[in-house]
């Protein structure tokens, strides 16, 4: 077991890893804000086991920062990566505080947590798409807008260049015209 980490600055929220994460492993993020766990809770003072997943091997999901779990689990998922296991250890404060939650959980009670991260994921409906990722979309845009703009530029040049070239035909006949001399009201030599 690795060693003992005070995540709240005050005692409140203990982690010691139990299993550590592979280094390539993801964490939660803004953009990975939902995380699934397996965990099992234990009252610190007697061990009893008050909530598991782990009997029926269900996941827990929840959206971290959004209030749907005790403020120990927000402070401690957020520090941990896909395939870690921690054991976290949560006072009152930080867990169901002077009103417990009855019947398992007694007032004042400190709680001790084993949890694995097992997935962390996008909100539903939302898009995975980091801003760096959106910056390359929008240069490669830029890019193709560019290409595109030359193009026209070169088409619009040429254009040009054949209209010259046209109009440089059509003086150049009408100049050896005159210099040929036909036409009515010219007279012939004698």
């Known amino acids: 077991m690795g060693d003992e980490v005070d995540l709240s600055g005050d005692g409140g929220v203990l982690k010691q890893i139990v299993r550590r ?3 390539d492993a993801i964490a939660p993020s803004d953009d990975f804000p939902v995380v699934d766990v397996h965990y099992e809770g234990t009252l ?6 008050f909530d598991t997943t782990r009997e029926d091997n269900l996941v827990f999901s929840f959206e971290l920062g959004s209030g749907s779990v005790i403020r120990s689990w927000d402070i401690a998922l ?3 990566k896909v395939g870690e296991v921690a ?3 949560c006072k009152p404060e ?16 400190t709680l001790i947590f084993e949890v694995e991260l097992v997935a962390c994921r996008p909100r539903k409906g939302a898009s995975v798409g980091s801003v760096s990722e959106d910056r390359a979309r929008l240069e490669d845009l830029k890019k193709q807008r560019e290409i ?3 193009a026209k530029e070169d088409d619009k040049k040429k254009r ?6 046209a109009a440089a035909r059509i003086q150049a006949k009408l100049d050896a015209k005159k210099g040929q001399g036909k036409g009515k ?3 012939k030599s004698k």
Request: glycine share 14%.
């Open 21 to 23: 994460a592979k280094p």
């Open 160 to 165: 040009e260049e054949a209209k010259a070239a």
């Open 44 to 49: 610190a003072e007697d061990g009893k086991v």
């Open 94 to 109: 930080y867990a169901y505080g002077s009103g417990g939650s009855p019947p398992d959980i007694p007032p004042d009670a």
């Open 185 to 187: 009201g010219k007279g």
């Open 87 to 89: 054991k976290i250890t």
């Open 78 to 80: 957020k520090t941990m």
């Open 148 to 150: 595109a703009a030359a």
